[in-house]
Structures are given as C-alpha cells and as structure tokens.
C-alpha cells in the first residue's frame, strides 16, 4: 500500500461535495461573497433550476486582474484578517469558488475599483484560464454553468427543477432579511421575477420577505445581556404557522439553522402555543466574534457559541417578557383586529374594551393595540410564570379559540335531530344567514355573529379528513374518472407516484403507471369535487421529490394531504345553499382545530353582539 497526495482537482471535489450540495448553494456562496464585498446591489438569475445556470452580479468592490487566479484557487481569501477567532464576514474559508469551479463551468468577470479595465478567468474542471481582458464597467459577475456536469453521481440527488428553483428562492430570501440595505433582484426563466428593493427600515424588509401581514402581528424584541444583543421581530403567539420554515434567525447577519436557537424559540413561545404550531420570527444575535465559531461546517449555517446557556436564556427571557408586556394583544387576523378596522372612521379613543365611542382620530398603527388597557402593561413589566400573560382581557374578543366557543378538550360532534330540530342559532357558530363577496359566511349566534372564510373553513376539514384516513387506517371515498387521466410526469417522478401508491389511495387517489413518462389517475377523492387531475399529481410528485426517501416520505405525509387539501379547496367564489352553509358550520364544530386553516390563519371570526352595540355607541 502507497500512501499518495490526491490531486489538487480530486481534492477540490472532495472539498466541493461539502460546500456545493445542490444549486441553492452555489447562490448562497455567491450572493455571500457579494455582500462581503460591501455591494448595494445583486442580481441573481438563474435558469433550469439552477443547475444549467447561475449568475450572480454584484456592484461590490470588485477583484483586481492579478488577483482572479488566486480568488478561484483553494484556501485563497482577503478575508479572515484577523484569523478564526474574529470573523467578521459571510466567507472566510476561501473555498467557494474553487469549490464551485470543480463541479461546474464557472467564470469571474470583475472589476476592482478604482482599475482602468475588467478582467475575467474562467474555471472549468479546475483547470483556470484567464486572467483576460473583459468588458464591465463595475462590480463583479459570477457566472456558473452546467452543475455536476463532469459527476453524474450528484446529478441523481438533485429534486425536480421547481423544488430546486424553490430551494433558491429561500435562500435569498433569508440572506435579503439580514441586508435590507442591499437591494436584491431573483429572475430567470425558470421563476417569475423577485425583487427586495433597498430600504433603511428593516421591518419594510421583513414585510416585502416574510409578508404585510408579519409586520402587522409582530413584536419589536431588543434585549441585550452580557455583551450578547437580540434584536428583532418576535411573531404574536396567535400568528402561527404549521411549519417551522418563517423562523428567520441570524447570528452577526449570517443565516443560520441552529438546534440550541431554534429549541429556544420553542422554550420561549411553549405556554403560549399549540405543540405543532410555529411561531414566525425574525430575530438577530449580534455577539463578539470570539464568542462564537462559525468555523463549524462547510456550509456555514451551523454555529457553536462558547456560552450557550447565555444565548438561552438571552432569548427565552427577552421574548417572555416581551409576550408579557404586550402579550394581551391579539392578532389582528382576528377580531382584535376586525374591530379596530371597522372602527376605522370613528376610532375609539381608548383601548378599554368598555370604553365610551368617540370620534378622536388615532394613529393608523395605535389600531393594532385596539381592545387592550393600555394602562395595564408598562413597559419592564417583569414576566411572571403563573399569570398567564396570553389571557384576553374581559368583554375583548378572544382569539377563535375552542374555549371561546364553548368548545372544551374533546368536542362533540353534532348530531342532527330530525326530530326535535334545535334553532341552529344555539350552536357556537350560529345559524348561516348569508353569504358574501362569494367566500364569506355570516352566520348569527345567540349573542353574536361569526364570520366564516369559507375556502380557509373548507380546506381545513378536507385536511383534517385525508389526516383522519392516511392515520385512522381507513380509505378516503373516491370518485372514478369515466375516462383515466394521463399525465407526464419525468420518469423519477412517475416512479415516485408509483411507490407511494398505496399511500395515495388511502387519500382516495388511485394512480398507476402508464408506459415511460406518464401516470393515468383513475380515481380521485369524492372530497376534492372536480379536481385540476394534472396539476394535483404534479404537486404531489415534488411533495415527494422533496420528501426524498421513504423514510422521509412519514414525516411528509402531513404536507402531502396539505397540497391535496389545497387543491380541493378552491371554493372561493362558489355560491353555497342555506343548508349547505350550515352544513359547513356544522362540520366545523366537530373536527378539532378547524378554528385556524392549514396555512395558521383564523378560519372564522366572532363579534360579540355587545361588542357591535357599542360600536355604535349604544353601551
Ligand atoms: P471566501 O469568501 O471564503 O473568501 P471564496 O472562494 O468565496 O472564498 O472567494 C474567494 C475570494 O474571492 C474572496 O475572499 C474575495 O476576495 C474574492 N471574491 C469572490 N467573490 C467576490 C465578489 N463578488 N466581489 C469581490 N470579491 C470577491
Ligand atoms: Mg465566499
């Protein structure tokens, strides 16, 4: 046995399988390096998912001529200035490129400040041609082409081209959320044009990012400790999401993944949040390089903090006292909110919910605080175990939770008497009245009214019907097609759908192969009504891309009954019959959980009858 050196090119691979694991690497490496080189501007586009092309194009401060052949060779950086125990920038292992280059065609076309001319190398195979003279009047572009061109191996591990495209979005997204300074454009063939436009307040960012809406349901979380700072966006309790994907966390503005943080979130929100809920945060730690290694793996998204316990604390008490001070507030996607808008021309002037109407115009903003005593939290407050700060004050509208409607832990389905039929006023979500806008159901209560979004109401209950068959071990009914649909789908997707067969009839969807490329769908669940054949299959192949291995595929099932969910539930703007709006109502109080759709938001919301009357000022 001889012990050899591997070729620098081998070598290069070996490291390139760490760094480059699917196109959406590459653009984090390269948007990163674009923003360490202090750029207002990038530009990412990308084609194939990614994998034929990705191009990245910067206003940075560019790469002197002499210095392109040393910036695509391995362990070659102008970072790390100050060694591992003080980084201060995204880069710092001077492997991206290389790496890159090793796997892909790439090219670097740049122009430092303050040169007279642009000079690009190209890198293919590792081999490094250039530097020559090129044509740019700023900035760099990083252009790579044909990933895993020259290892067909990795090719077999990249998802379908949307999954891969979708992986790319993500990451600007989450690099766009620490850097709303930085304007940021995502387009290509492939997608339908993103852009960040630039912005000095970071909550505009995070609106444009995560959505309106965070923005109008979050909390402004700054905390410091020993030299440690948090700063941020915390999501209200009753803003959540079923998935943990709309957690934002950042250490010293690089993205990160980190179990100890995210297990913190989870510490932080646990009395005020359903076990398989998700708060939606955005929040920083800004702390002392040398207290923290981001020098952990390759890719960068972990992170080890010397004093963990430290961080911990940081978060789980900063955002427990942040709940407590302003913890009563309510989401405005619920009533709170409802009420405060249809305060809108004569606003009440105070918070009390029992306070008198008057016509004192109020800040915009300060509608968000509607129903809650502004007296009653002051700012400092300290947090408190035992009073739950997440209690709705009296007379203010609660969120729709099950208690709020006399709902207890297990409800009981209803069960129509023909006989002695029972004014439907006397269920918690009252008797259907009318429907409006062709999505809204206002239903009377015996002391209200409730408004039901029909299309969030129904796609839940179609949810919670195919959950109830994937587990419950019985089969969802189905409708037989007269004539079975074909549907091409690529060859690893049809032997996907092929192998979760069985799965999908459970939900009522018989599938079957149909010769090279191609599935025919048989039936498809009565529950779904008539149903988009070819783009329901579709989607769930690339739930199923993504979910990967069989194994994987459990933990996925959920999201796959979700994508059917959704597909069924294209019900707004259907014109819905008396009995079949009460119908709906009915169904809703039985199942468990239908108070919120699949994707968090409320499905229904109520007004106290009281409530109403004072408005007008009639209390
Ligand atoms: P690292 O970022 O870890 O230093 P990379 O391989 O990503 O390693 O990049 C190597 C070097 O190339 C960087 O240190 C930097 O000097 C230079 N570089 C790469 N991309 C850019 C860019 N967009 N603008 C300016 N310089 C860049
Ligand atoms: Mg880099």
Known sequence: MTIRQLPDHLVDQIAAGEVVERPASVVKELVENAVDAGSTRIEIATAGGGRSLVRVTDDGCGIAADDLPLAVRRHCTSKLGHGLDRIETLGFRGEALPSIGSVARLTVRSRAVGSAAAAEVALANGACEGPRPAALSRGTVVEMRDLFHAVPARLKFLKSERAESAAITEIVRRIAVAFPQIRFELSGADRSTLVFEMTDAPLERLAAVIGAEFAENALEVEASREGVRLFGYAGLPAYSRGTSASQYLYVNGRPVRDKMLLSALRGAYADAMAKDRHPVVALFLEIDPELVDVNVHPAKADVRFRDPGLVRGLIVGALRQRFAQDGLRSSTANAGGLMARFAGGAPRAEGRADAPVTAAPRRPDMARFEGFAPGSFSPGTPYSADASPFRPLDGVRAPPAREAFGFDEAPTPYQPEPDSPEPAERHPLGAARAQIHGNFIVAETQDGIVIVDQHAAHERLVYEALKGALY??????????????????????????????????????????????????????????????????????????????????????????????????????????????????????AVPGSGTCNHGRPTFIALKLADIERMFGRR
């Open 472 to 589: 419950g071990g019985g089969a969802l009914a189905s409708q037989f097609l007269l004539i079975p649909e074909i549907v091409a789908v690529s060859e690893e997707d049809a032997d996907r759908l092929a192998e979760a067969a069985e799965t999908l009839a459970r939900l009522g969807l018989s599938i079957e192969r149909f010769g090279p490329g191609a599935v025919a769908v048989r039936e498809t669940p009565s529950i779904l009504g008539a149903v988009d054949c070819g783009r329901l299959v579709r989607d769930i192949a690339d739930e199923l891309a993504e979910a990967g291995t069989p194994d994987a595929l459990r933990a996925r099932i959920d999201h796959v009954a979700a994508t059917v969910a959704c597909h069924g539930s294209v019900r707004s703007g259907r014109i819905l019959k008396a009995d079949e709006m009460n119908a709906l109502l009915r169904s809703m109080e």
